[in-house]
């Protein structure tokens, strides 16, 4: 373990994960201030986290998703949750999140020294997957106390996230796997300049 540590922790990668933390939470922030119909909000957070996991490993991706998980929870929509359920409430944003980060990166791992734009395609679809199947079960788990506050309107909030699904997934299979590639390049050419000047 301590060897997985000492691998994970280089300049490199502290450095790479801080950039990548502080574009979670702009992005998550700014994503809150564009609402969608139904109270959820447009965000494309799951691009950062995505590619955290793929060039840093699962560690990255579950840090940076547990970041986002901790940030939902001042959406408005998971702050009206709470109101009727706060503890699962809670905890359901931040394990969508934190499994949004790990689930794809340890998918890509596992995937990529076959192909490594197949790994790329599957984290970028897995990442919204866990993402909005986690809040999913968690909006199921809270149901009775939902309906009885809300009533026939969950399911229609429900249709909504299914909406919101669709939009993350789309974004996500066309943007993540081509900027992971644009990074791909760019590190190439990187390690070539310093191999030259060694």
Avoid: H
């Amino acid at each position: 373990m301590k060897n997985v540590e000492n691998a994970f922790f280089t300049a490199r990668n502290v450095a790479l994960l801080a950039v990548l933390l502080a574009i979670v939470v702009v992005l998550q922030v700014f994503g809150l201030a564009i609402p969608m119909p139904g109270g959820t909000s447009m965000s494309f957070v799951l691009l950062p986290i995505i590619l955290g996991g793929m060039l840093m490993g699962p560690i990255a991706g579950t840090v940076l998703g547990f970041a986002f998980g901790i940030i939902t929870i001042f959406d408005p929509l998971a702050l009206t949750l709470m109101n009727y359920t706060p503890a699962a409430a809670v905890i359901t944003v931040i394990l969508k999140g934190t499994l949004a980060g790990f689930i794809p990166s340890v998918l890509f791992r596992l995937i990529s020294s076959k192909n490594r734009y197949v790994a790329a395609y599957v984290a970028a679809v897995a990442a919204p997957v866990c993402n909005t199947g986690t809040f999913f079960i968690g909006c199921l788990v809270m149901q009775d106390a939902l309906v009885s506050s809300v009533g026939m309107a969950f399911w229609a909030f429900i249709g909504l996230i299914m909406i919101n699904f669709a939009i993350e997934l789309a974004v996500n299979v066309v943007l993540a796997p081509a900027i992971y590639s644009v990074d791909r390049v760019i590190e190439r050419k990187i390690v070539k300049a310093k191999n030259r000047t060694a």
